[in-house]
C-alpha cells in the first residue's frame, strides 16, 4: 500500500510560479508510475504530468508543456511539479497519484490505483 501526502499549493498572480511536492510512503518500492493530476469543479479530472519512478521518461499535457516541468527524487521518494507562467485557467485541485506499473497512457487517470488527497492552486 502506499501512501501520498501533496504539498505546495497556494495562491499565486498569473506569471508566478508555484512548486508541488508529493511524498509517498508505504510499499513505495512497488511504484511505476506517479503522475500530476487537476480537477476543477464540473469537470473531469485532467492528467497534467507523469514520470516513470524507475529509468526515467516524462509525460507533460500539451497545454501545460513549456511551463511545467516533472521531476523525481528516488531516495526522498518524492515528486515534484514545477510550475512556471501560472494561468488563471492553471487554476484547480492538484492531485498525486501512484500506479504500481508502468502505465503505457500515464496521463490516464483511470489506470492509478493511489491518490493524495489534493493541494489546492489558485491563480489570479
Known amino acids: 500500500h502506499v501512501q501520498l501526502v501533496e504539498s505546495g499549493g497556494g495562491s499565486v498572480q498569473a506569471g508566478g510560479s508555484l512548486r508541488l511536492s508529493c511524498a509517498a510512503s508505504g510499499t513505495t518500492y512497488s511504484t511505476g508510475t506517479m503522475g500530476w493530476f487537476r480537477q476543477v469543479p464540473g469537470k473531469e479530472r485532467e492528467g497534467v504530468a507523469a514520470?516513470?519512478?524507475?529509468?526515467?521518461?516524462?509525460y507533460i499535457t500539451d497545454s501545460v508543456k513549456g511551463r511545467f516541468t516533472i521531476s523525481r527524487d528516488n531516495n526522498k521518494n518524492t515528486v515534484y511539479l514545477q510550475m512556471n507562467d501560472l494561468k488563471p485557467e492553471d487554476s484547480a485541485m492538484y492531485y498525486c497519484?501512484?500506479?504500481?506499473?508502468?502505465?503505457?497512457?500515464?496521463?490516464?487517470?483511470?489506470?492509478?490505483?493511489?491518490w493524495g488527497q489534493g493541494t489546492q492552486v489558485t491563480v489570479s
Open positions: 514520470i516513470y519512478t524507475l529509468g526515467g521518461g516524462t
Open positions: 497519484a501512484a500506479s504500481t506499473y508502468r502505465i503505457v497512457r500515464p496521463l490516464a487517470p483511470g489506470l492509478y490505483n493511489y
